[in-house]
């Protein structure tokens, strides 16, 4: 079993509607989270993290963290063609490494 | 936050050569990463450059393989040596800053093609 395990996809959704990714992992170790995105032939960007358990929002984006499930989902809302890109979670413990450990990434395509 | 800037940002290179990638931070930083991203994979840490010293190497990975230069704060050099097919990839160049909750900066990746 693989630490971090996310949905490769693709997702397809029509404009405006309610995206959900997703993201589960079996360290429970991990206190960081963190949600990437990556448009094509682009390097990852940090979208949003968070700290421990909890919700994050940031404009159209919710991450939410529920460590009794080791789950963690990055949600937005009114979805737009431009939300189109890979999204790939991340997470790291809180000493030893500095290296997150990444999940492989969900495709997400926002048709309009 | 950091701009990173990689070169090549792609190329098609012939089996047994050897290619060089780039990398440059706009600030200095004393982390420096390369990552392997496959199709459909997960990000996968080749090595951390540290400056002054020699690169840290992840599991499955070599010096030979993979030599890595780290002649200051800003630069970093990954270079693929002898390639071959199973090579062809997106290279990242990757920085993180002062603080310990993991976030990472990526350069535009390297998109390398061995025939």
């Known amino acids: 079993q693989k630490e971090v395990e996310q949905d490769p996809g693709p997702l397809s959704v029509p404009e405006g509607a309610i995206v959900s990714l997703n993201c589960t992992y079996s360290n429970s170790a991990f206190q960081y989270f963190m949600w990437y995105r990556q448009y094509s032939r682009k390097g990852p960007e940090l979208l949003m993290y968070t700290y421990s358990s909890g919700n994050k929002e940031d404009g159209r984006f919710t991450a939410q963290v529920d460590k009794s499930s080791k789950y963690i989902s990055l949600f937005i809302r009114d979805s737009q063609p431009s939300d189109s890109a890979t999204y790939l979670c991340a997470m790291k413990t809180t000493g030893g490494s500095y290296i997150p450990t990444f999940g492989r990434g969900t495709s997400l395509i926002v048709h309009p | 936050s950091a701009v990173i800037s990689q070169k090549p940002s792609r190329d098609i290179c012939q089996r047994g050569t050897s290619l060089t990638i780039q990398c440059q931070v706009d600030s200095q930083v004393t982390m420096m990463f390369w990552y392997r991203q496959q199709p459909g994979q997960s990000l996968t840490l080749i090595a951390t450059?540290?400056?002054?010293?020699?690169?840290?190497?992840e599991s499955g990975f070599v010096i030979d393989k993979f030599p890595i230069s780290r002649p200051n704060l800003t630069f970093s050099t990954l270079t693929v040596s002898n390639m071959s097919p199973e090579d062809s990839s997106i290279y990242l160049c990757s920085v993180r800053p002062g603080t310990n909750t993991g976030e990472l900066f990526f350069g535009e990746g390297s998109r390398l093609t061995v025939l």
């Open positions: 450059a540290n400056q002054g010293s020699e690169a840290t190497y």
